[in-house]
T-cell receptor, first 117, second 114 residues
Framework: AQTVTQSQPEMSVQEAETVTLSCTYD???????LFWYKQPPSRQMILVIR??????QNATENRFSVNFQKAAKSFSLKISDSQLGDAAMYFC??????????????FGTGTRLTIIP | AAGVIQSPRHLIKEKRETATLKCYPI?????VYWYQQGPGQDPQFLIS???????DKGSIPDRFSAQQFSDYHSELNMSSLELGDSALYFC?????????????FGQGTRLTVV
């Protein structure tokens, strides 16, 4: 079974600064997807960014980028120019790509990000 | 754009009662997933359906059952409710035939068991 670990329960960053959230995972599969989801106080789950394991290039979405280290099984999220609206719980998630019918997401325990004005 | 619709948004039930949660996936999406998120917890996978057939099963109690109907909407039925069932229940949908990797989440149903 796959596991996802987020070792930082809470993080804070000054507005306009950069912050990096950590995520490690354990899997024996070679083909999979990794995601970062944001859950603001509204509790809506919002996809921030995704990475296909077969791609060496790190994904980027505007101010959000990842550092994907497949050998180390590490998938960190970097938020640049932090904004007040970035305050939320961030979940790292894993999804298998090997078996059809096994597309469930396995989540980490989350990192609560606070933005300091 | 249409999103995943869940109803009701809030539900209060007493212990030992029954609850039914509904999920309407994004049009053309063929797969529905149910997740349970307890207070301060990460979402836990319960069950999924692809083309109206159960495709995967997680930590879903025997007291819970679910199905996907011909119009692709799904219902999660929860019986003999316990206090520990109080949680946020998410439904998500995706289009697997299109090899879409993204699951779109609904806004969730907050179930409170008293």
């Amino acid at each position: 079974a796959q596991t996802v670990t987020q070792s930082q329960p809470e993080m804070s960053v000054q507005e306009a600064e950069t912050v990096t959230l950590s995520c490690t995972y354990d899997t024996s599969e070679s083909d999979y997807y990794l995601f970062w989801y944001k859950q603001p106080p509204s509790r809506q789950m919002i996809l921030v960014i995704r990475q296909e394991a077969y791609k060496q290039q790190n994904a980027t979405e505007n101010r959000f980028s990842v550092n994907f280290q497949k050998a180390a099984k590490s998938f960190s999220l970097k938020i640049s120019d932090s904004q007040l609206g970035d305050a939320a719980m961030y979940f790292c998630a894993y999804r298998s790509a090997s078996n059809f019918g096994n597309e469930k997401l396995t989540f980490g325990t989350g990192t609560r990000l606070t933005i300091i004005p | 754009a249409a999103g995943v619709i869940q109803s009701p948004r809030h539900l209060i039930k007493e212990k030992r009662e029954t609850a039914t949660l509904k999920c309407y996936p994004i049009p053309r999406h063929d797969t529905v997933y149910w997740y349970q998120q307890g207070p301060g917890q990460d979402p836990q996978f319960l069950i999924s359906f692809y083309e109206k057939m159960q495709s995967d099963k997680g930590s879903i109690p025997d007291r819970f059952s679910a199905q996907q109907f011909s119009d692709y909407h799904s219902e999660l039925n929860m019986s003999s409710l316990e206090l520990g069932d109080s949680a946020l229940y998410f439904c998500a949908s995706s289009f697997l035939r299109g090899w879409n990797t993204e699951a779109f989440f609904g806004q969730g149903t907050r179930l409170t068991v008293v």
